[in-house]
């Protein structure tokens, strides 16, 4: 069996964060939730549905993942498999069999959770998300010849791999950015349609024009930097 951590990094989310670390399957050795400056019960309810909590207080999504993967990097036994997920329960934790199975049947080096418009619940994306998504790998594919369908954050990769990436964003462009590394990389990936449904409370970045803006600006900073780098 490999050895498969996840990391979810989560802000103020203490309503959902338990049901999202429930449902995720046993063969699973660590679930990592990162609090990212977190002002509710967030730490307390996580840790207390099983999961290992830490903090990071400088807020931004890269930041957050970054945290867990430093975290990782000093265990002793160094896992396979990373698996990303958000901590608002729009994500079906259970479907992280179908994440990992490409990985280890066909030993893809990067899968993401599509969220296949017929599987999405009614509202669980916003207008500027969906557009967004559209841009962004219409975008990839033009440069990179790319078929990628979306930025999702329910995504498994090898550790080694995930190593070789130097992921760098601290806010909101890290999903893109793995995309686009893997990308240059030439490394195999593939997409799994996922389920996705409306999440427990508001988002901090689609749910506001400001997080919007932001993560679009953000996104798109990512895909130019990239088309134009030799």
């Known amino acids: ?8 990094p989560a802000y103020n989310e ?23 400056n977190s002002t509710d019960n967030t730490e307390i309810n996580a840790k207390n549905a099983g999961a290992t909590v830490l903090v990071e ?15 990782i990097s000093n265990l002793e036994k160094k896992p396979d498999i990373i698996v990303f997920l958000d901590g608002d329960y729009s994500d079906y934790p259970e479907e992280l069999t179908k994440i990992i199975q490409p990985i280890l049947e066909d030993n893809i080096d990067f899968v ?13 994306m916003t207008s500027p998300q969906i557009f967004g998504n559209w841009l962004a790998t219409s ?4 440069f990179f010849r ?3 369908s979306d930025l999702g954050p329910f995504r498994a990769i090898k550790y080694h791999t995930l190593l070789g990436l130097n992921m760098e964003d601290k806010t909101y462009g890290w999903t893109v950015e ?13 997409e799994i349609p996922v389920n996705y449904r409306n999440r427990i409370g508001v988002s901090k970045v ?13 996104i798109l900073g990512w895909i130019f930097k990239y088309s134009f780098k030799k």
Do not use: H, W
């Open 1 to 8: 069996m490999p050895n498969i951590k996840v990391i979810i």
């Open 14 to 36: 203490e309503a959902s964060i338990p049901l999202v670390v429930k449902d995720i399957p046993s063969i699973v050795s660590e679930i990592i939730v990162v609090s990212n």
């Open 57 to 71: 207080n400088r807020k931004g999504y890269g930041y957050a993942c970054l945290k867990g993967m430093d975290y």
């Open 112 to 124: 993401i959770g599509a969220r296949d418009k017929d599987l999405r619940e009614e509202g669980s």
């Open 139 to 142: 975008l990839m594919a033009l």
């Open 146 to 148: 790319s078929t990628f």
């Open 178 to 190: 793995m995309q686009l590394k893997v990308l240059k990389q030439k490394l195999s990936y593939k």
């Open 206 to 218: 689609s749910g506001t024009v400001k997080g919007a803006i932001f993560a679009g600006i953000k």
